[in-house]
T-cell receptor
Framework: DGGITQSPKYLFRKEGQNVTLSCEQN?????MYWYRQDPGQGLRLIYY???????QKGDIAEGYSVSREKKESFPLTVTSAQKNPTAFYLC????????????FGPGTRLTVL | AQRVTQPEKLLSVFKGAPVELKCNYS??????LFWYVQYSRQRLQLLLR??SRESIKGFTADLNKGETSFHLKKPFAQEEDSAMYYC?????????????FGKGTLLTVNP
């Protein structure tokens, strides 16, 4: 399973703390995405980036922030402003350039204690 | 706004029976439709996309623009088909690459 890696696999955070989830890809993909997966809710888009140094809010961006300083990396910060951060977070990437098949990482499960 | 609806949260069939997972969408432009699958303890992965018109693991899906549907079908279900299935929609041929996912259907194939 190479290609897209996410770390850590499990993450625990105390309320009021910010935490950063890592996502790296070696597929030379232009576009990267962050989703949140909750039972019964499917996948909801948090942020996406179609090119380095550019990103857009998805459907549920409040309480999250991202950066895209390198093509390979798209870290997600879950801030203390996120009301319900406990969830499974998935990172994905796609080639872009009119090819929007997305490839997914293994996910990070964040639990707020 | 684009929307994907999967009306069944859970679907249970017996091995060898036909299976159909429903997907309806709303989108004002020209859509591209996908089915993604997540097997237990595995990554979410692409199963098929309508533009390729392929049959993958015995599954097929036809885009019906009149009914705005992209139902996933398999004539004879196998136990290894048990998984979570997501239908997803994207803008076709455009520069916006984001996908909109349905809420998913959990398929259980019983022996």
């Amino acid at each position: 399973d190479g290609g897209i890696t996410q770390s850590p696999k499990y993450l625990f955070r105390k309320e009021g703390q910010n935490v950063t989830l890592s996502c790296e890809q070696n597929l030379n993909h232009d576009a990267m995405y962050w989703y949140r997966q909750d039972p019964g809710q499917g996948l909801r888009l948090i942020y996406y980036s179609q090119i380095v140094n550019d990103f857009q809010k998805g459907d549920i961006a409040e309480g999250y922030s991202v950066s895209r300083e390198k093509k390979e990396s798209f870290p997600l910060t879950v801030t203390s402003a996120q009301k319900n951060p406990t969830a499974f977070y998935l990172c994905a990437s796609s080639l872009g350039t009119y090819n929007n098949e997305q490839f997914f990482g293994p996910g990070t499960r964040l639990t707020v204690l | 706004a684009q929307r994907v609806t999967q009306p069944e949260k859970l679907l249970s069939v017996f091995k060898g029976a036909p299976v159909e997972l429903k997907c309806n969408y709303s989108y004002s432009g020209s859509p591209e439709l996908f089915w993604y699958v997540q097997y237990s303890r595995q990554r979410l992965q692409l199963l098929l996309r309508h533009i390729s018109r392929e049959s993958i693991k015995g599954f097929t899906a036809d885009l019906n623009k009149g009914e705005t549907s992209f139902h996933l079908k398999k004539p004879f279900a196998q136990e290894e088909d048990s998984a979570m299935y997501y239908c997803a929609l994207s803008q076709s041929g455009g520069s916006n690459y984001k996908l909109t996912f349905g809420k998913g259907t959990l398929l259980t194939v019983n022996p």
